[in-house]
């Protein structure tokens, strides 16, 4: 009788330590807020599918700049217009990611095969008023793939290495800044 009793306080005992980690795991309920233009939960499967095709899209400097040669090929500079008049690869085409649209891509990418090589601030190094340096988990290739997988671009490599501008075999231009008009 008296193990019984022992087991049965014990077991009492352990009820009463138990059910308040039980409560502290449980999280609270957030309601979300709807926008049927803004979805998350399809960001984060674009994000998840694209993470092993990713890592076989990088590409060296030396298969970038083949790459580049071959026809109906799209380089993308997805910086801002300033800083890619400052410094950028021969023959990119510019649109900044703030900029990014169906329309916008359909107007520099109207194929959604079109084969995409794309590079950004945290390729390249020995400018940084050209090239300035995101966080490396903010770094703008990331975004700017899977952006492009969102609206249906399937196609997309990315530079790879970190290099320097003085040394890279890629031809880098810059252009003029637009004059102000003659107040003649």
Do not use: W
Request: net charge positive.
């Amino acid at each position: 009788m008296k193990q019984f009793s022992i087991i049965l306080i014990l077991m009492f005992v352990f009820s009463l330590v138990a059910k308040p980690n039980q409560k502290q795991s449980k999280k609270p309920k957030v309601e979300a807020i709807p926008n049927r233009l803004i979805d998350y939960g399809e960001f984060k499967k674009i994000v998840n599918r694209s993470e092993g095709e990713r890592e076989t899209h990088r590409l060296t400097e030396d298969q970038f700049l083949k790459m580049m040669s071959e026809e109906g090929v799209v380089v993308l500079d997805a910086r801002s217009e300033n800083r890619y008049r400052l410094l950028h690869i021969k023959g990119a085409i510019n649109l900044p990611f703030t900029e990014f649209t169906k329309d916008s891509l359909a107007g520099v990418i109207p194929e959604p095969k079109s084969k995409i090589l794309i590079y950004c601030n945290n390729n390249f190094e020995g400018n940084e008023q050209a090239f300035a340096a995101k966080s490396p988990a903010a770094s703008l290739n990331l975004s700017t793939y899977n952006s492009l997988k969102a609206y249906g671009y399937t196609n997309i490599y990315e530079l790879g290495p970190l290099l320097d501008v003085n040394q890279t075999k890629l031809p880098l231009v810059s252009e003029p800044k637009e004059s102000a008009p003659n107040s003649n």
